[in-house]
């Protein structure tokens, strides 16, 4: 019989649409016991991980994510990330963290006031964290996105003190790995679409690695945001 | 002889949905968000949204009539659905 070596909660939201990707990501792993579950249950606490996954939350009302913080699943989730335990946001996930005050910044409309769906590159810009340790610094991985909130913000002193403290883990760059104007698709400060917290257990990203785990499903045969969940799933 | 310079006045647009229409985001922001966190004094939130207008115009009777024929005539809301509050 195998033995269970990790047990991960998928949380769903009223409104997430990415938890089963997320939850078959995760299931691609031996050992790995991935369970959807519904934001309301108590046992989200009894997990050795958390996956808020991407798409919507209580409609998105007032602000991305602003509701779902409030909500009694996130001060189960916020205990657990005291803990230490591994706490990762994709896209809406990262939202409703952001707005939960367990990661640093915001996340405003995109700069074009459009939702962006499009395949992207990112660089590594931290491979010591739990949710990085599989990757290389300056690494270039291919994800999609697909958003309309996701223009992450932050003052020059925050990010000053983001960037000091190794909390960047994800900027928007070019083919070669230059983060330049073009090749931030939403507008974020610094190119910036990934961040952790201080502790280094709670991390969130606009992109979605989820729906970059099968060669057959991305245009340029990218299977990067394996990479993400391996280097978790490592650390439990 | 002076031409008086124009004043700019900053008029607050407030469109909503109409009393009686459904408003799925202010109940959803009352329901699960607002009511659930102790609030109990809090009977209902109607959600909308806000234009602050900044118009040139000799005084504040005038600067809401412009922005409110600019609300009529450029449908900033729609009268079948919502209801409009001007104020200077």
Known sequence: MTRIRAQVAVVKFPGSNCDLDAVSALRKFRNVKADLVWHEEPSISRYDAIVLPGGFSFGDYLRAGAIAARSPALERIARSAEQGLPVLGICNGFQILIEGGLLPGSLLRNTSLRFVCRWVTIRVENDSTMFTRKMKRGQVLRLPIAHNEGRFYTSEDELRRMSDAGQVLFRYCDEKGRSTASSNPTGTTSNITGVCNRAGNVAGLMPHPERATEPILSPSGSSDGSLLFKSMLECI | ?88
């Not at chain 2, 040139?56 to 209801?83: F, G, W």
């Open chain 2, 1 to 88: 002889m002076f031409m008086q310079r124009p004043k700019v006045f900053t008029v607050k647009v407030v469109v909503s949905n109409r009393e009686g229409a459904s408003d799925p985001e202010g109940q959803t922001i009352f329901r699960d968000l607002v009511s659930k966190s102790g609030f109990k004094q809090v009977i209902g939130i109607r959600s909308g949204k806000f234009l602050g207008v900044s118009v040139e115009a000799p005084d504040s009777t005038s600067a809401k009539q412009i922005v409110m024929r600019m609300c009529d005539e450029l449908r900033i809301y729609n009268p079948a659905a919502h209801s409009v509050t001007v104020e200077v």
